[in-house]
């Protein structure tokens, strides 16, 4: 990708070359006129804020940026071009969400008071979802999580797709991540179930899935490998996604690693003695919450990111005391958005506001007065946006610079709560909600436009699908009793009660 040029200039390059190419000239073009736009600049890696400028896409790419008033006569605009107006808005790069497991979306507010260790045995990949959980379960959760995403402005996804509990809810995760309109990295869980869906049999499919004519096709489904038993499964089976991993055509790999107490210790240092990280494919590393000094340094050798998810990090209770220690190789994921919020600018704010508190309370408890602030707002966005893109090796992508693909987010920002903002990155966010998400384009294609989604499916007939389908999982998930977490959650590590928070007063009301 090109650096940022100055307004002059910026028709050099990419516009150039692309208008002279007959393809090119002839899709489809949209010109957004006279917006702030929140680009960025690559020679200084910084934020550029560009005030009464418009941008051009023409196909899926960004093929120009210039100062309106001065530079408008100097761009070739093609007649056909779509034109939206832009003055008051705020044009943001689309969100990166670099973790999620879209296919939860029929327990929506099942789990508003889960810990970690209850939703591994209630809501998990290893319970009895692999059992209740049909394909047409899967492919309307999915699709209804997307809908989701794309709404708060959420473009891109890395998805851990651990709804692969056999071959035909394998196929409908895929065709409903097609069928969805987002940009997503598609990761197929291997995991050992309990229904008898076997790895080796899961691999087969995942072959099979590779061959898939729609997802060969595809520019914005990419598919990938999820796995979470580096550390504990048999050598054998280790071996094979190794090679596995090595030897197809993927875009990235993902897993979790919590560590500590949790043991799920897949961690760039076991990764590294698998030889996994000197590879060419992108790795994830969702969580991270006992990231060790080890993992950073060899996340920052082999340019390799951490995804963390501040609000599942802090609604289940496996942390993040250090991952901002590596927030040069961070990004920010969702995780379960059935618990909680599924948008990114909330996981940016969350971030954000966390880190600023765990700094200043440090200078505190030292009777000192905090005399900087530890993270600006400009630091969150790039953690929402442009980080997403390096976390998977596209730094084409969380941009608004020429070349760059056409995922793009306009913001309102005449809405009440933005009304008067100076700093459109501060306006984001810590402004803005998902109602100001007013425009929404992935690819140079409309995903939201005017405030209501533009869907390749009818959303009404989806949704009444999703329906029947969610009143049915939720029934038996409310009649199926809570686990009991007591006792060994694993060798040498207990279950134990926390204090329990009451606002009523008396002998407590619980949940």
């Given at each position: 990708m090109r650096p940022l040029q100055p307004s002059s200039v910026l028709l050099a390059g990419f516009l150039s070359a692309a208008c002279l190419s007959p393809a090119v000239a002839a899709a489809k073009s949209t010109l957004f006129e006279g917006g702030t736009i929140?680009?960025?600049?690559?020679?200084?890696?910084?934020?550029?804020?560009?005030?009464?400028?418009?941008?051009?896409?023409?196909?899926?790419?960004?093929?120009?940026?210039?100062?309106?008033?001065?530079?408008?006569?100097?761009?070739?605009?093609?007649?056909?071009?779509?034109?939206?107006?832009a003055t008051g808005k705020i044009i943001s790069p689309g969100f990166v969400d670099t973790h999620r497991h879209g296919w939860q979306t029929a327990y929506k507010t099942l789990g508003s008071n889960t810990t970690l260790g209850e939703y591994?045995?209630?809501?998990?990949?290893?319970?009895?979802?692999?059992?209740?959980?049909?394909?047409?379960?899967?492919?309307?959760?999915?699709?209804?999580?997307?809908?989701?995403?794309l709404n708060a402005g959420v473009t891109s996804i890395l998805e851990h797709a651990h709804a692969t509990f056999s071959n035909d809810t394998a196929r409908a995760y895929l065709n409903a991540s097609l069928d969805s309109g987002v940009r997503m990295w598609w990761c197929y869980a291997f995991h050992t179930l309990d229904n008898g869906f076997s790895v080796p049999q899961q691999m087969a499919n995942f072959r099979d899935l590779l061959a898939d004519e729609r997802l060969q096709a595809s520019t914005t489904v990419l598919p990938g490998i999820a796995y979470d038993a580096f550390a504990t499964g048999s050598a054998d089976e280790v071996a094979a996604i190794v090679?596995?991993?090595?030897?197809?055509?993927?875009?990235?790999?993902?897993?979790?690693?919590?560590?500590?107490?949790?043991f799920n210790a897949n961690s760039p240092a076991k990764l590294n003695d698998l030889a996994l990280l000197n590879g060419t494919t992108p790795i994830v590393f969702s969580h991270a919450s006992y990231l060790t000094p080890e993992d950073a340094a060899l996340l920052r050798t082999h340019n390799h990111y951490i995804s963390t998810t501040p609000e599942s990090?802090?609604?289940?209770?496996?942390?993040?005391?250090?991952?901002?220690?590596?927030?040069?190789?961070?990004?920010?994921?969702?995780?379960?958005?059935?618990t909680f919020s599924s948008d990114i600018l909330t996981q940016a704010r969350l971030w954000l506001q966390s880190t600023r508190l765990k700094w200043f309370v440090q200078r505190l408890h030292e009777w000192s007065i905090p005399a900087t602030s530890p993270m600006s707002a400009s630091q969150a966005f790039l953690l929402a946006t442009r980080a997403g893109g390096l976390a998977l090796r596209r730094p084409d992508i969380g941009v608004l610079s020429p070349g760059a693909v056409a995922d793009i987010v306009l913001f309102d920002g005449t809405a009440p709560n933005m009304l008067g903002w100076w700093d459109p990155v501060a306006a984001v966010i810590?402004?803005?909600?998902?109602?100001?998400?007013?425009?929404?384009?992935?690819?140079?294609?409309?995903?939201?436009?005017?405030?209501?989604?533009?869907?390749?499916?009818?959303?009404?007939?989806?949704?009444?699908?999703?329906?029947?389908?969610?009143?049915?999982?939720?029934?038996?998930?409310?009649?199926?009793?809570?686990?009991?977490?007591?006792?060994?959650?694993?060798?040498?590590?207990?279950?134990?009660?926390?204090?329990?928070?009451?606002?009523?007063?008396?002998?407590?009301?619980?949940y």
């Amino acid at each position: 990708m090109r650096p940022l040029q100055p307004s002059s200039v910026l028709l050099a390059g990419f516009l150039s070359a692309a208008c002279l190419s007959p393809a090119v000239a002839a899709a489809k073009s949209t010109l957004f006129e006279g917006g702030t736009i929140i680009s960025f600049d690559d020679d200084s890696q910084t934020i550029k804020v560009l005030r009464d400028h418009s941008l051009l896409v023409t196909g899926d790419r960004i093929a120009a940026i210039f100062d309106t008033p001065s530079n408008a006569t100097n761009v070739s605009i093609p007649a056909d071009a779509e034109r939206v107006p832009a003055t008051g808005k705020i044009i943001s790069p689309g969100f990166v969400d670099t973790h999620r497991h879209g296919w939860q979306t029929a327990y929506k507010t099942l789990g508003s008071n889960t810990t970690l260790g209850e939703y591994f045995s209630r809501y998990g990949e290893f319970t009895q979802a692999a059992t209740v959980f049909t394909p047409d379960d899967v492919y309307y959760g999915q699709l209804a999580g997307v809908y989701e995403a794309l709404n708060a402005g959420v473009t891109s996804i890395l998805e851990h797709a651990h709804a692969t509990f056999s071959n035909d809810t394998a196929r409908a995760y895929l065709n409903a991540s097609l069928d969805s309109g987002v940009r997503m990295w598609w990761c197929y869980a291997f995991h050992t179930l309990d229904n008898g869906f076997s790895v080796p049999q899961q691999m087969a499919n995942f072959r099979d899935l590779l061959a898939d004519e729609r997802l060969q096709a595809s520019t914005t489904v990419l598919p990938g490998i999820a796995y979470d038993a580096f550390a504990t499964g048999s050598a054998d089976e280790v071996a094979a996604i190794v090679d596995l991993a090595t030897s197809e055509n993927i875009s990235a790999i993902t897993t979790h690693y919590l560590g500590g107490p949790w043991f799920n210790a897949n961690s760039p240092a076991k990764l590294n003695d698998l030889a996994l990280l000197n590879g060419t494919t992108p790795i994830v590393f969702s969580h991270a919450s006992y990231l060790t000094p080890e993992d950073a340094a060899l996340l920052r050798t082999h340019n390799h990111y951490i995804s963390t998810t501040p609000e599942s990090e802090m609604h289940y209770g496996h942390g993040h005391e250090s991952t901002d220690l590596a927030a040069d190789q961070a990004a920010l994921g969702v995780d379960t958005h059935f618990t909680f919020s599924s948008d990114i600018l909330t996981q940016a704010r969350l971030w954000l506001q966390s880190t600023r508190l765990k700094w200043f309370v440090q200078r505190l408890h030292e009777w000192s007065i905090p005399a900087t602030s530890p993270m600006s707002a400009s630091q969150a966005f790039l953690l929402a946006t442009r980080a997403g893109g390096l976390a998977l090796r596209r730094p084409d992508i969380g941009v608004l610079s020429p070349g760059a693909v056409a995922d793009i987010v306009l913001f309102d920002g005449t809405a009440p709560n933005m009304l008067g903002w100076w700093d459109p990155v501060a306006a984001v966010i810590l402004h803005a909600n998902v109602g100001d998400v007013k425009d929404v384009m992935v690819g140079g294609e409309w995903r939201k436009r005017d405030g209501e989604l533009v869907l390749k499916q009818d959303r009404s007939v989806v949704e009444e699908n999703f329906l029947k389908s969610a009143k049915r999982i939720q029934r038996v998930w409310l009649e199926t009793p809570a686990p009991l977490l007591e006792g060994e959650y694993q060798a040498g590590v207990r279950y134990e009660r926390t204090h329990m928070v009451d606002v009523v007063r008396g002998n407590g009301t619980g949940y």
